[in-house]
């Protein structure tokens, strides 16, 4: 996708649905009834962040307390594998003193699976999850006399192909722990002392919430996967390394063999188990495999929660293309992996890109899996839904009437086709007199489509 653009003014189950879990009690901390429009600060180096946000509030205005539906931004993206605790902390506490100096909600969004390549230089983690290779996932179980299965390296296409050392395994116990402290120590901890902060100040809205997940998935590699496309024959190029990297023809597979070997599978278990159930080896094993994504996406929700945080503001975030194309993929999990007791389902939405949906059947499986959920957020979408106001006004209003609580919309240049073309910036609000807008009928949402005056900030065309 090409991103110059970086600041946009825009339980159970192996076989069976998830089952409804007890639900914790539920936590008071930092519940409102707002919903949250959020766009995204992307492929900009750190130090510009304040002034992309600069540009969205002067666009839009400050936000109006008295309404429902507040503008805010996010920081793309705290990496728990790349970046240092003490480089998560500085991001964190930047993005809430830029909050605080704005009147401008923040939004958390966390990469706990991709660390694709980004316009800044991090000293990265004092401890490397790659480095061990039972924290990294494998596509094969280990042979006799082996303690490991083969790990390849990460790979995803994101317009171009990047890689990173390793798949993290979600399923592994090192890993979890490995991820839980980056979680707490880099994240938690300076998150919790300012929104304490906040709370004194009677300005806990400007925590607009966390997202602990980015499209989690375990990637299929193997050629012939629906949805992840690898061409043995032209194999795919890291063209961020130096030199560039080429992907091997072993690392062509399927990886999640080492969360299976952590919940005590090996090939003879796995053959046994799924002839038991009718089923073939490779169904069982992408069952398994969506297992372990919903719990690693709870695992780290029920961090959070933990620290006094309402699952309102605690977001999972995968694809929901689960609704449209139901072939069967470790790359494309179902909605009930996203849904749990400790958070509020999130999914990529683009009716309009790769990450399709059917919002009814969205619904539908969230309800099925948790009968007390009613919200969901739009963890990630595009202005990509038209070029006019009423265009956006149905997506925003379909979304917001149908549960969401927050959309966060990334980086879309319009005229990627024609780079003459101006940006469109869509914004939806609620309540009166939002010094932006102009209000038709007050209290009902509206949408207005703008060109924006966006200082660009060139960077690689292939890093979304």
Not at 186 to 196: A, F, H, S, T, Y
Not at 409 to 430: Q, T
Request: with cysteine; glycine share 6%; proline share 7%.
């Amino acid at each position: 996708m090409r991103t110059w653009l970086l600041i946009v003014l825009i339980t159970l189950a192996m076989g069976v649905q998830v089952g409804c879990t007890q639900l914790p009690k539920s936590n008071t901390t930092n519940q409102d009834n707002r919903e949250y429009l959020i766009f995204s600060v992307q492929n900009m180096p750190l130090d510009k962040t304040r002034d992309a946000v600069i540009q969205l509030r002067d666009f839009y205005g400050p936000n109006d307390l008295k309404s429902k539906c507040l503008i805010g931004f996010s920081r793309m993206s705290i990496m728990l594998f790349k970046q240092s605790i003490q480089e998560k902390r500085d991001i964190v506490n930047m993005v809430f003193d830029i909050a605080e100096e704005f009147d401008m909600p923040v939004y958390l969004h966390l990469d706990m699976l991709h660390n694709s390549p980004t316009s800044d230089k991090y000293e990265g983690p004092e401890k490397k999850f790659y480095d061990d290779p039972m924290m990294c996932e494998w596509v094969d179980f280990p042979k006799p006399g082996e303690t490991h299965g083969p790990v390849p390296r990460f790979w995803n296409n994101w317009g171009a192909w990047f890689s990173t050392p390793a798949f993290p395994a979600f399923g592994s116990p090192k890993l979890q722990e490995y991820v839980r402290e980056q979680l707490q120590k880099g994240v938690l901890g300076p998150m919790m002392k300012r929104i304490e902060k906040l709370k004194v100040q009677n300005k806990e809205y400007l925590f607009a919430g966390i997202c602990i997940g980015w499209e989690t998935a375990i990637y299929n590699l193997t050629p012939g996967d629906p949805f992840v496309i690898v061409d043995p024959e032209d194999p795919p190029v890291d063209m961020f390394t130096e030199p560039n990297i080429k992907m091997q023809r072993w690392e062509m597979a399927q990886p999640g063999y080492n969360s299976l070997y952590h919940l005590g599978y090996n090939q003879q278990r796995l053959e046994k188990e799924a002839k038991e159930k009718s089923m073939t080896p490779k169904a069982l094993f992408i069952e398994i495999c969506h297992k372990v994504g919903h719990d690693y996406t709870e695992m780290l929700a029920k961090e959070v929660f933990n620290r006094g945080i309402s699952r309102q503001k605690i977001f999972s975030h995968t694809v929901a293309t689960n609704t449209v194309d139901n072939r069967p993929s470790t790359s494309r999990p179902p909605v009930w992996t996203a849904v749990n007791p400790y958070c509020t389902p999130g999914f990529t939405m683009d009716n309009f890109g790769d990450a399709v949906y059917d919002l009814k059947k969205v619904k539908q499986q969230i309800l099925k899996t948790d009968p007390t959920q009613n919200n969901l957020a739009v963890a990630e979408t595009y202005f990509r839904h038209g070029t006019t106001e009423k265009d956006y006004t149905k997506f925003f209003n379909e979304m917001f009437d149908n549960g969401a609580t927050l959309i966060h919309i990334l980086a879309w240049h319009s005229g990627r086709e024609n780079p003459d073309s101006p940006f469109h910036v869509p914004a939806v609000m609620e309540g009166p007199n939002l010094s932006v807008t102009k209000w038709r009928d007050a209290g009902k949402r509206e949408c207005l489509t703008a060109l924006a005056l966006i200082k660009m900030y060139p960077v690689n065309e292939a890093v979304r």
